[in-house]
């Protein structure tokens, strides 16, 4: 009874009190927002839940609010019970990467989808190690180093539109997270995984059954399945039953996990590639095996996933938008990028850095529906100050990426996909300028900040460019019209939004 009684009022005070404790400490200083209001338990996961039953993507809010964000540097968020100072402003933003990582580190935190992440260089503070980890895999997939597998991108861009084609209806979604695994996997562990694809591995669904499941289907499934538990409010409002997996969904996923990992583990065996990245980190002396499986399984989740979602963005917004379509249409076609062209002379990683307006569509895609509303979870190490705010040792931060990316400072209509606001030779980029409205540095946030942003930054980037000539001059598609029609529609990690596309 008395073992009851304590546990009940330690969850009590860990999860009213403190909260409220936070929201009081931080709400006293005028460069922090704070919600008038939150709900207890939930947090402002209430605010998501809320977007998600009006039909809305779940970070809608945060888009909408931002504006009333442009004079605050921080703001308070509460994650079920977990508080959590966001950093908004471009000072925040600089401030942190002047104090990090001497007193501002990640924080490794095991919840949802970073469960994939155990053992990564996005899990693990920093120190010589993680450093040499890190510029081992820039360097291997630095723009310069990642252009040689332009040919063998396109050549998986071929085969997945194809199989497209022959569907006909295809959710759009898991298409692209087939074909970004697909590509990272020949990759990251060789051209030989290719044939060991097909090779299918039990999968336990949501109803407890067992599945047989392709590698291809097996990924997104379970990728999806862990971030609806990282969106879970179970998970933030009692995290021991994530970090133990007592219960579904979590000790479900788990077992799919560690079966995903004895598939990965069989690819890896058969991978004969000299000039797979995995083939290529096994000659690094200070590189361990798990590390560089840990590494590689991150690439292959963080880069599939995010890459994925990304894409489904620009599709979507270039049908919603024919303006900008038929814009891009035309630029592909004088550089030579249509239908019966041959591609791997049209698509070098030199006409890749010609098409002007491209870049301009993926980066607008990126800032307006990014795959990642918030960054990963920093710590502070120490007491700290922060845009003249006091912030004791232990306070959890993150980047707030959506309040910068529709700041009215940093953006002209912010609302609006226009990726002509990446032209300076654009009227509409003109327009901005002349309003006083231009993009600082620290505005353009979808691949982190500092020295923990993502290092496939220039890999993922050239991905998407490639795959959106190649898809665009080559496939004819139709978006659903009531999607169309929504303009609360997004596509980031642990959306609800499932597309489908008509393609011919």
């Not at 120490?382 to 006091?390: A, G």
Request: aromatic share 14%.
């Amino acid at each position: 009874m008395w073992f009851f009684i304590v546990a009940v009022i330690f969850f009590l005070y860990d999860a009213v009190v403190i909260p409220i404790l936070f929201r009081r400490k931080f709400g006293k200083y005028p460069n922090v927002f704070v919600r008038p209001s939150f709900m207890l338990f939930l947090g402002d996961y209430h605010q998501a839940l809320k977007d998600e039953s009006t039909n809305r993507i779940y970070y809608q809010h945060v888009r909408e609010e931002a504006k009333l964000r442009n004079n605050y540097d921080m703001k308070v968020d509460i994650e079920g019970k977990v508080p959590i100072l966001n950093l908004i402003s471009d000072r925040a933003l600089k401030e942190y990467i002047n104090l990090s990582p001497t007193k501002i580190d990640k924080l490794r935190w095991i919840k949802g989808s970073l469960k994939l992440e155990v053992g990564s260089l996005a899990q693990e503070k920093t120190n010589s190690k993680t450093i040499k980890r890190r510029k081992h895999l820039s360097n291997l997939l630095g723009l310069n180093s990642a252009s040689k597998y332009i040919p063998e991108m396109l050549g998986c861009s071929e085969k997945f539109l194809q199989q497209m084609k022959a569907k006909g209806r295809v959710q759009f979604l898991d298409g692209m997270v087939a074909l970004t695994f697909y590509i990272f996997s020949c990759i990251l562990f060789g051209r030989d995984v290719k044939l060991i694809m097909n090779k299918k591995y039990p999968y336990e669904n949501e109803e407890g059954q067992i599945e047989e499941v392709e590698i291809l289907e097996y990924f997104p499934r379970m990728g999806r399945a862990f971030l609806e538990e990282f969106v879970n409010p179970i998970t933030g409002l009692m995290p021991i039953i994530s970090d133990l997996n007592l219960i579904n969904p979590y000790k479900r996923n788990q077992r799919n996990f560690q079966t995903y990992t004895r598939a990965l583990k069989d690819m890896l065996a058969h991978s004969k590639d000299d000039q797979s990245i995995w083939s290529q980190l096994k000659t690094k002396e200070d590189y361990t095996e798990d590390e560089i499986i840990a590494d590689l399984q991150l690439y292959l989740f963080a880069g599939g996933e995010t890459g994925s979602h990304s894409l489904v963005s620009v599709f979507y917004f270039l049908k919603k938008f024919p303006d900008s379509y038929a814009k891009l249409k035309k630029e592909l076609n004088d550089h030579g990028i249509h239908k019966g062209a041959d591609f791997n002379k049209v698509l070098t990683i030199d006409k890749l850095n010609e098409l002007e307006y491209l870049s301009c569509v993926v980066k607008e895609a990126l800032r307006f529906d990014p795959p990642f509303p918030q960054g990963y979870f920093y710590t502070a190490k120490e007491d700290i100050t922060l845009c003249d705010v006091p912030i004791p040792k232990g306070t959890i931060m993150k980047h707030d990426y959506l309040s910068g990316h529709f700041n009215e400072k940093s953006y002209l209509r912010p609302m609006e996909f226009i990726p002509d606001r990446f032209n300076p030779e654009s009227e509409f980029y003109q327009e901005s300028v002349k309003s006083g409205v231009s993009p600082e540095p620290y505005s353009k946030r979808e691949f982190g900040m500092g020295p923990r942003k993502c290092p496939g930054q220039s890999f993922g980037i050239m991905q998407a460019k490639l795959i959106v000539a190649y898809f665009a001059a080559n496939m004819d598609y139709e978006v659903d019209s009531e999607l169309l029609a929504n303009d609360c529609v997004g596509f980031g990690m642990g959306g609800k939004f499932m597309p489908y596309f008509t393609i011919a």
